[in-house]
């Protein structure tokens, strides 16, 4: 193997994503995929309420403020009924 080589493929392992597969739904019937209306019905598969987020098995992390990080970095911003007045 020449040196070039070895050099592109070490880059390509550098950017390949790490998560394969951002669903760890393995349960059936399957939960709601992160691109689904709704993705909050998933199962919880790390919670973490002392620092306020949970992680779904779709790959969603839900904070307690109602706010979603979905797998892609899209952000959901918190959507918490307003009180009545």
């Known amino acids: 193997m020449n040196h070039a080589s070895s050099r ?4 390509r ?3 390949t994503p790490q998560r394969k597969n951002a669903s ?6 399957a939960c709601p995929s992160s691109d689904s209306a709704d993705r909050e ?5 790390a919670n973490h309420p ?6 779904l098995c779709n790959g969603v992390l839900l904070f307690e403020d109602t706010g979603e990080l979905l797998p892609d970095g899209k952000i959901i911003a918190p959507h918490r009924p307003l009180a009545a007045a």
């Not at 592109?8 to 880059?11: A, G, I, P």
């Not at 002392?50 to 992680?55: A, D, N, P, R």
């Open 8 to 11: 592109s493929e070490q880059t």
């Open 13 to 15: 392992e550098q950017t």
């Open 24 to 29: 760890m739904c393995q349960h059936q019937p």
């Open 41 to 45: 019905a998933a199962r919880p598969v």
């Open 50 to 55: 002392e620092q306020g987020w949970s992680l």
